[in-house]
């Protein structure tokens, strides 16, 4: 499948934004809602594996730079082999929203770092691509 961009082609952290507010529509910039969610399946098994991170206010700029990279509208390279894993990224950051399967070949660089990340997240430990943190 071709990855989809419901919204248009400008950062995801751009723009008027979806912000989480005092329900009077207040909401102020720096609290847009950011969330990424990884669905792994396929591979020998065929498991489904799934990876969601909604990060806290002071996180969100970081994922909003890791969604930002990502090539969301490029064509995903066709899928050759058995048991291969496929992967589904789905983002937000405000009112952009972003969706895209991958084959597990087309999964590096950007996509990589952002899959990482997001499992990482998700299972409180540090993505195997980060730096080692500052002593």
């Known amino acids: 499948m071709r990855p989809q961009s419901e919204e248009p082609a400008e950062p995801v952290g751009g723009g008027d934004a979806e912000t989480e507010g005092d329900g009077e ?17 396929g591979g020998f098994a065929g498991l489904t594996r799934e990876w969601a991170v909604a990060p806290e206010p002071e996180e969100r700029s970081t994922w909003i730079v890791l969604i930002d990279r ?28 972003h969706q895209a399967d991958l084959p597990e070949q087309q999964v590096r660089g950007p996509w990589r770092e952002l899959i990482d990340a997001v499992r990482a997240a998700a299972s409180g430990t540090r993505p195997e691509s980060a730096p080692p943190p500052e002593k």
Request: aromatic share 6%; charged share 25%.
């Open 25 to 41: 529509g207040g909401g102020e910039t720096g609290r847009e809602r950011v969330a990424v969610t990884v669905v792994r399946t």
């Open 70 to 97: 990502c090539p969301w509208d490029d064509a995903p390279v066709p899928a050759s082999g058995a048991d291969r894993f496929t992967w589904s990224v789905s983002a937000r950051a405000g009112a952009h929203r």
